[in-house]
């Protein structure tokens, strides 16, 4: 794989270093602060953090005005963007307009439909696919629009996408078609099976997934065992073994502080799986979650700077 950008995280992968990311989720309201404070909560932490893109299909804060708070807070961004809600002129406004921010990364979403969210009424856009996305930024890159036309000072982003590897009759041919298309990185759905998890790495070794993209798991905190029956019943390509279910349930009231414990066993995991590049530590609304996961894993200190 070729070095194609200005990140920090892709300069990271491209040494060896067992990268970690995470995430922030942008206020329901116009208070920059709430994504600052998040933002320092990782300092330290986190080698890049996505800054989501009205997660849920529910209004937020934009991602691009977050980006912008969160690398003036000092932890490198991960611009979120879904086509659910904007067409490629809006998309390809967003990634010029995040890069003058500070984003040198982008990961590219189709989007919870709104259906689900708080404006079920609203159209869903889905001008271009997650595929066509990934091109558009590959080919800004190259300081060519989708429209074939040139532009002067182009971004260069670190491009990621999304996969779901626990998805029942999961198929290789989305993920293969986006990596095609251009895609550097690719952060998975949340991983509470870690044999499951283990056998798709394998699979996705033999397909030379490794050898053409950056694969960083999905870790979570189960606050209790509903929350982790909610993930499961609710969030696609989520499964929770029972064993998990289990011990989250036999935790009674301390089962937040096992739910760090079954977070730091499976970023263990995930950091002796060949091939995985990293893992993407997800608080589910609860950024202070991240901090003791990273550290029990055993992946502090960061890297200051790439080697």
């Not at 060896?16 to 208070?31: C, H, K, L, M, N």
């Not at 078609?177 to 056998?199: L, N, P, R, S």
């Not at 030379?208 to 696609?236: D, Q, T």
């Not at 064993?243 to 977070?263: K, M, N, S």
């Amino acid at each position: 794989m070729t070095l194609r950008s200005e990140s920090r995280l892709e300069r990271l992968v491209h040494h060896g270093v067992f990268v970690v990311t995470s995430e922030i989720v942008p206020p329901r309201s116009a208070d920059a602060d709430a994504v600052t404070l998040q933002a320092r909560e990782l300092v330290g932490y986190a080698d890049a953090v996505n800054v989501t893109d009205n997660p849920t299909a529910r209004a937020h804060m934009s991602a691009v005005a977050g980006v912008a708070l969160t690398a003036a807070a000092g932890v490198e961004p991960v611009l979120q963007v879904t086509g659910r809600d904007r067409n490629r002129l809006a998309i390809t406004g967003d990634l010029l307009g995040a890069w003058a921010l500070g984003a040198r990364n982008v990961l590219c979403l189709t989007g919870d439909p709104p259906s689900g969210g708080d404006h079920p009424d609203a159209a869903g856009v889905y001008d271009i696919s997650t595929v066509d996305m990934v091109r558009l930024a590959a080919g800004l890159r190259e300081g060519r629009l989708l429209s074939g036309a040139t532009i002067e000072s182009p971004p260069s982003y670190f491009i990621g996408v999304a996969d779901l590897p626990l998805e029942a009759n999961y198929s290789f041919d989305r993920l293969e078609a986006k990596i095609d298309a251009g895609a550097d990185f690719v952060q998975t759905q949340i991983v509470f099976d870690a044999d499951a998890f283990g056998q798709w790495a394998e699979q996705a070794r033999d397909r030379g997934i490794f050898e053409r993209a950056f694969v960083l798991a999905g870790v979570a905190v189960p606050r209790s065992a509903n929350a982790a029956r909610y993930l499961e019943e609710h969030v696609r390509g989520v499964v929770v073994p029972g064993a998990v279910i289990a011990r989250l349930e036999d935790a009674g009231p301390d089962a937040a502080d096992e739910g760090v414990r079954i977070a730091v066993e499976l970023a263990a995991r995930m950091k002796t799986t060949p091939g995985v590049a990293g893992i993407h530590v997800m608080g589910l609304g609860h950024t202070e979650n991240v901090r003791p996961v990273v550290e029990g894993a055993g992946l502090l200190p960061r890297p200051a700077i790439a080697a």
